[in-house]
């Protein structure tokens, strides 16, 4: 059983930067974070495997979004910069418990998932 707690989402301006951070309760391969808009499907944004500390992301992310983890305080944080309105969504901390040797982009890779927090950027 793995537990996730997220924190950090909040309102900012198109151009600023947020922080979300996911404490992370039970062991994983990988860790992920997911968003989804309103009237959209659920998207995967980034992800990190656990041991390794390797890193993947979206396109649409890359450059701007940068995920890590702390491995002695069992945390997970998606750091947000230049943040545009199509940010805006509910962002999802996810744990995949079981291995797979591809990277962690699909949804059914990942067991455990958050409450979700709130990103809403104004233009």
């Known amino acids: 059983q793995v537990q996730l707690v997220e924190s950090g989402g909040g309102l900012v301006q198109a151009g600023g930067s947020l922080r979300l951070s996911c404490k992370v309760s039970?062991?994983?391969?990988?860790m992920g974070w997911w968003r989804q808009a309103p009237g959209k499907e659920r998207e995967f944004v980034a992800t990190?495997?656990?041991?390794?500390?390797?890193?993947y992301y979206a396109a649409s992310v890359k450059g701007r979004f940068t995920i890590s983890r702390n491995y002695y305080e069992n945390t997970v944080d998606l750091q947000m910069n230049s943040l545009e309105p199509e940010d805006t969504a509910v962002y999802y901390c996810?744990?995949?418990?079981?291995?797979?040797?591809?990277?962690?982009?699909?949804?059914?890779?990942?067991?455990?998932w958050g409450q979700g927090t709130q990103v809403t950027v104004s233009s």
């Open positions: 039970g062991r994983t391969y990988a």
């Open positions: 990190i495997t656990w041991s390794s500390g390797g890193t």
């Open positions: 996810a744990a995949g418990v079981t291995y797979y040797p591809s990277t962690y982009t699909r949804d059914y890779q990942y067991r455990y």
